[in-house]
């Protein structure tokens, strides 16, 4: 480990005139924790003090190197003040001390040993010493030593030379858009900065691309990090060393992923065409995976619409009930007023294009641009239950009338089989279009690839929509004949409460999730119960840290006690990811006791009675519940604080 990677600028500082031993220690743990090299300064300068107490650090010669492996310490750093006129730093020869290092170490390992060891060999060298105290600026100061330890150790590799703009790019993006996409961008930035290497990391969120980047930096950069859940624009990358991973990797794992770029062992990636948003070719990615990230990116063009749209019909219903229509039991419920009207029948657009954004965006990640259309229409037929029949989709009446069987929605499951099947239709219409003359290519995207999409989604449709049209019918009876039997339901939304917590936005908690959300289409009380179950089970595990880390600090460590408190404001906003961190840091702790807490309050907003028909929100959706909200609010506070005491027995007292 060489000495100049250890030391930052922050951390030198020149010149300095100190009067005491316990002044420059002061000085010393303040450059410490202005670098953002500790956790807890305090903590810190409690192990200093206590290695000073058993001996002073003082070799002699001018030279100290107080030194300490502490908790409060991020990562391993040095720094350092030159006091041209000394100070008494109690050293065994008596003499004032003017160079003086401190070493900061974590716990793990003995990296401390191995700086110190190599800083006193090296300090041996009155040539070498001199230059230290006699250098004019910061530079030259690093420069001295660089240059002194390739000579004294010539076998160990130099720190890669800095070049201007940014080494490494990365993009991050996750289904929603809400928190992994961010976590994981501060995450992979913060680690290049502390290990000295620039990275710029652009956010595909809720709100678009933001921190794009460039031509130029593409092409000047050593490698790019793709942390994603779904895919994204992969063409421009066309040349360069690319990572493709989770955007949980880029949360938990952003060093190690620097460090392969930096290896020079990533292999090249290369565009071979199709979905420019496809980040597929990635060598190593499974199938698995590639369908996960195609589900993922519907999914994340779809909580939109979902989002809006229930909150729109959820205020419809809220209207209703203040006007005292609440208990009228009418079925024109949410449009018995004008206000409550309109707004229920924006909400029901919204919720309308649901399935066809959900459908169409899995099929443009599949198959780019041309995937669109397919995607599209063929979720449009899957809500509307075409078929050869009745290619009207006709209902009711006009059914009748038109001596037509009525028409067969297949809804959400209808849906997503347009968006695969309509996506790879398309891979093999531009494929087997590769055969066609050359002049024929500007026409190609405009009519050839559209017609020939069309009538394939629209015959497959067709002959689908009966059957996942049964699947749809026999599942949301099901769950009207367990919203009436309360011995089935309540074990149900227990079951997908507790899902929620199991990975916290990965697959499980998406499962749930997307689950709820495509069954609200059916207007059931059961699903309404269900989207309850499934919002409380979410809230849960934030809460539960919040609470943990506020009533049993002990349980912590300083870093994870400080970021607890907002866990508060993310769980009751219904954002599960603020218990990332900590499940990932104890994962066999953590994860379990959410789990039973998130079952725990699910099963009791189901034995309460409570239905939702907004689809996120948290606790700012609470008055427009059907039920009593209160009973909504106590089931979510016995799950948490089941999952808190849990989490007081699972994890281990951490030593002061």
């Not at 492996?69 to 000394?86: H, I, N, W």
């Not at 201007?164 to 976590?183: E, F, K, Q, S």
Request: glycine share 12%; proline share 5%.
């Amino acid at each position: 480990m060489r000495i100049v990677d250890l030391l930052k600028k922050d951390c030198i500082e020149l010149g300095v005139k100190l009067n005491s031993k316990s002044e420059a220690i002061d000085k010393l743990v303040d450059l410490h924790n202005k670098a953002g090299n500790l956790v807890d300064a305090k903590v810190y300068k409690e192990g200093i003090l206590a290695r000073e107490a058993g001996g002073t650090t003082a070799i002699g010669d001018g030279i100290a190197i107080p030194h300490a492996k502490s908790e409060a310490v991020k990562e391993p750093a040095l720094a350092v003040v030159t006091v041209p006129d000394g100070v008494d730093y109690e050293a065994m020869d008596g003499k004032p001390s003017n160079l003086i290092f401190m070493i900061a170490a974590p716990n793990d390992g003995d990296v401390h040993l191995e700086v110190l060891a190599r800083l006193m060999t090296m300090l041996m060298d009155a040539d070498f010493k001199n230059k230290l105290l006699n250098a004019p600026n910061k530079d030259a100061f690093l420069k001295a030593i660089d240059e002194f330890e390739k000579v004294k150790y010539p076998d160990e590799p130099a720190k890669k030379e800095q070049k201007d703009g940014y080494r490494i790019l990365a993009v991050t993006a996750c289904p929603t858009g809400i928190a992994h996409t961010y976590m994981a961008a501060e995450a992979l930035e913060k680690a290049g900065k502390e290990m000295g290497i620039p990275l710029k990391a652009e956010t595909n969120g809720s709100a678009g691309a933001k921190n794009i980047l460039t031509k130029k930096e593409i092409e000047e950069c050593d490698g790019i990090i793709v942390a994603a859940d779904k895919n994204v624009e992969m063409a421009r990358f066309d040349g360069k060393p690319v990572i493709s991973t989770k955007v949980a990797d880029g949360i938990h794992k952003p060093k190690e992923l620097i460090e392969k770029i930096e290896s020079g062992q990533v292999p090249i990636y290369h565009h071979h065409g199709g979905a420019a948003a496809s980040s597929d070719e990635i060598e190593g990615e499974s199938f698995g995976r590639k369908l996960y990230k195609h589900l993922m990116n519907g999914v994340s063009h779809m909580l939109p619409f979902v989002v809006a749209g229930g909150l729109f019909i959820a205020i419809a219903f809220l209207i209703d009930t203040i006007c005292g229509y609440g208990g009228s039991g009418s079925g024109n419920f949410g449009t018995m007023t004008p206000a409550s009207a309109f707004l229920k029948t924006i909400g029901g657009v919204a919720f309308n294009l649901m399935v066809p954004i959900l459908a169409g965006f899995i099929a443009m990640s599949i198959a780019d641009r041309p995937g669109l259309l397919v995607g599209l229409v063929g979720g449009f037929l899957a809500t509307s239950g075409a078929t050869f029949a009745n290619p009207g989709a006709l209902t009711g009446d006009a059914a009748v009338e038109a001596g037509v069987a009525a028409a067969v929605p297949s809804g959400f499951l209808g849906g997503l089989l347009a968006g695969f099947v309509g996506g790879w239709i398309m891979l093999m219409i531009e494929k087997a279009c590769d055969k066609l003359p050359h002049s024929l290519e500007g026409i190609k995207p405009v009519l050839i690839y559209p017609l020939l999409g069309l009538g394939a989604i629209a015959v497959i449709m067709c002959a689908v929509n009966p059957i996942m049209g049964w699947i749809n019918t026999s599942m949301t009876n099901a769950l009207t004949a367990m919203s009436k039997t309360e011995g089935l339901m309540v074990p149900l939304c227990a079951l997908l409460a507790g899902m929620m917590s199991i990975d916290m936005g990965g697959p499980f908690n998406k499962a749930a999730y997307v689950f709820a959300t495509g069954m609200l289409s059916t207007g059931t009380d059961a699903s309404y119960m269900i989207m309850a179950a499934v919002m409380i089970g979410g809230m849960v595990p934030p809460i539960a840290i919040a609470l943990s880390t506020t009533f049993n600090k002990n349980r912590w460590t300083a870093e994870e006690r400080k970021n607890g408190t907002v866990n508060y404001i993310m769980g009751l906003s219904f954002i599960s990811e603020g218990a990332i961190p900590y499940a990932a840091g104890h994962p066999l702790q953590v994860i379990p006791a959410c789990i039973v807490g998130s079952a725990s309050a699910g099963a009791l907003s189901a034995l309460f009675g409570c239905k939702l028909m907004a689809p996120h929100g948290g606790i700012f959706v609470f008055a427009t519940m059907s039920g009593t909200w209160y009973w909504y609010i106590l089931a979510l506070a016995v799950g948490s604080f089941i999952s808190m005491i849990l989490l007081a027995l699972f994890m281990k007292k951490k030593s002061k």
